[in-house]
């Protein structure tokens, strides 16, 4: 059986795919260890397209929920873990925390995933910290590239500003 790490790195793979918001996210059957959906934050295109939602939409209700594994880059934020919930996902694996986003300067609403769990009557067993460094420095170049954006090109060596 392989372990969360294994399944983490899968995770950070998807999260590749968009380097300025990297959530990614796998869905693995626990007990045929397969994947049966992946997804990568779009919210360039949708506010509620995060990565956990990414995958969770191309799943149909015949799929084995309770059967799932959920890992993600980032602990869920409360859209996404109340759509786990529902769905009836027991358990879900992240790396970095919603405290640590918030650190940086990522937006987040400050209410923690397992809090939201707890009010539930499914229940969810989350499992935070998992390949937490490698998660966090991606978070961190994702919002230097941000920062970068933002402030537009700076001045080049060897090529002379605008005229005063």
């Known amino acids: 059986m392989r ?14 795919d968009n380097p300025r918001s990297p959530f990614g996210t796998v869905i ?17 295109d949708s506010p509620i397209w995060h990565g956990e939602m990414d995958a969770l939409s191309t799943l149909d ?5 309770a059967e799932c594994v959920l890992y993600t880059t980032a602990e869920p934020c409360t859209m996404c873990q109340g759509a786990i919930l ?10 970095s925390s919603i405290p ?3 650190s940086i300067g990522w937006e987040q609403i400050d209410l923690r995933a397992a809090a939201l ?7 969810c067993q989350l499992v935070g910290g998992v390949l937490e460094a490698e998660c966090d420095a991606r978070f961190r170049q994702a919002r230097e590239l941000r920062a970068q954006e933002e402030q537009g090109p ?5 090529v002379p ?3 005063r």
């Open 3 to 16: 372990d969360h790490e294994h399944w983490m790195w899968q995770a950070l793979e998807i999260a590749r």
């Open 28 to 44: 693995v059957h626990a007990p045929s260890q397969s994947v049966l959906a992946s997804g990568c934050n779009h919210t360039q």
């Open 61 to 65: 209700r015949e799929t084995p929920f």
């Open 86 to 95: 529902l769905a009836g996902i027991p358990l879900v694996v992240y790396g």
């Open 100 to 102: 640590f986003l918030q």
């Open 117 to 123: 769990a707890a009010l539930s009557r499914q229940g």
């Open 154 to 158: 700076g001045p080049r060596p060897g």
């Open 161 to 163: 500003g605008p005229a």
